[in-house]
T-cell receptor, first 114, second 121 residues
Framework: AQKVTQAQTEISVVEKEDVTLDCVYE???????LFWYKQPPSGELVFLIR??????QNEISGRYSWNFQKSTSSFNFTITASQVVDSAVYFC???????????FGTGTRLTIIP | DTAVSQTPKYLVTQMGNDKSIKCEQN?????MYWYKQDSKKFLKIMFS???????INETVPNRFSPKSPDKAHLNLHINSLELGDSAVYFC????????????????????FGPGTRLLVL
C-alpha cells in the first residue's frame, strides 16, 4: 500500500520569508511518480511538479524548489521569498507508473502574512 | 479553452434525490478519474476509466455510478443522496504513454477540473 505523510497541518510565515513544506512517502513500487499540487482559496487543484523515481535531481522553478531524496523517502517543497499569493493548501501525492490513482497526503495549509 | 471542465460548479439538493455531475476534457487524454474531497480537505480516488473502461473502483457505494460515453467524457451519477455525500468532487485526466525503457505503459500527470461543490441538505 502507498502512503503520503504531510506532518505539517498548518504553517504561517511573514511575507518574504522562506518556507519548506515536508512530504514523506511509503511505497513498495520501485518505479513511481511524486507530485505537488496547490489548492488556492478559489478551490481548484493546480499541478506544480512531477518527479519520477529514477530522477533525484533537485529542481528549481522561480521561487519554488523541490528536494527529492530516496534515501529518506522525502520530497520537500521550498518557497523562497514567500508572497501572499502563495497562501494555499499544498498537497503532496504519489502514484506508481501506471498512475491508476493518486494517493494524496492530508495537505499543508500555508498562510503568508503580509 | 478549458482543459478539464465540470458542470455544475455548485449543486445544492435534498437528501434522497438523484443528481449527476458531468466532466469533459479536451486534452486528448485516455484516462479520466473522479476524486472526492471531504470537509477536512482529504482527497481520495473514487473511479478511474481508461478509454471508457473502468480500471479502478475504490470501494465506492453502489449509489455512485460513473459513465463514460467516450474517452473525453466521464460523468458521475449519484442516487439517493445522503448527507455524507456533501463534498467537492474533482474530475481529472491523464495521458497514457508507452515506455520502451521502463517497459509497459505509464500514465502521466493528472490534470484536474475546477471541482463541483455538492451540498446535501
Amino acid at each position: 500500500a502507498q502512503k503520503v505523510t504531510q506532518a505539517q497541518t498548518e504553517i504561517s510565515v511573514v511575507e518574504k520569508e522562506d518556507v519548506t513544506l515536508d512530504c514523506v512517502y511509503e511505497t513498495r513500487d520501485t518505479t513511481y511518480y511524486l507530485f505537488w499540487y496547490k489548492q488556492p482559496p478559489s478551490g481548484e487543484l493546480v499541478f506544480l511538479i512531477r518527479r519520477n523515481s529514477f530522477d533525484e535531481q533537485n529542481e528549481i522553478s522561480g521561487r519554488y524548489s523541490w528536494n527529492f531524496q530516496k534515501s529518506t523517502s522525502s520530497f520537500n517543497f521550498t518557497i523562497t521569498a514567500s508572497q501572499v499569493v502563495d497562501s494555499a493548501v499544498y498537497f503532496c501525492a504519489l502514484t506508481n507508473f501506471g498512475n491508476e490513482k493518486l494517493t494524496f497526503g492530508t495537505g499543508t495549509r500555508l498562510t503568508i502574512i503580509p | 479553452d478549458t482543459a478539464v471542465s465540470q458542470t455544475p460548479k455548485y449543486l445544492v439538493t435534498q437528501m434522497g434525490n438523484d443528481k449527476s455531475i458531468k466532466c469533459e476534457q479536451n486534452l486528448g487524454h485516455d484516462t479520466m478519474y473522479w476524486y472526492k474531497q471531504d470537509s477536512k480537505k482529504f482527497l481520495k480516488i473514487m473511479f478511474s476509466y481508461n478509454n471508457k473502461e473502468l480500471i479502478i473502483n475504490e470501494t465506492v457505494p453502489n449509489r455512485f455510478s460513473p459513465k463514460s460515453p467516450d474517452k473525453a467524457h466521464l460523468n458521475l451519477h449519484i442516487n439517493s443522496l445522503e448527507l455524507g455525500d456533501s463534498a467537492v468532487y474533482f474530475c481529472a485526466s491523464s495521458q497514457v504513454r508507452t515506455d520502451p525503457i521502463a517497459s509497459g505503459t505509464r500514465r502521466e500527470t493528472q490534470y484536474f477540473g475546477p471541482g463541483t461543490r455538492l451540498l446535501v441538505l
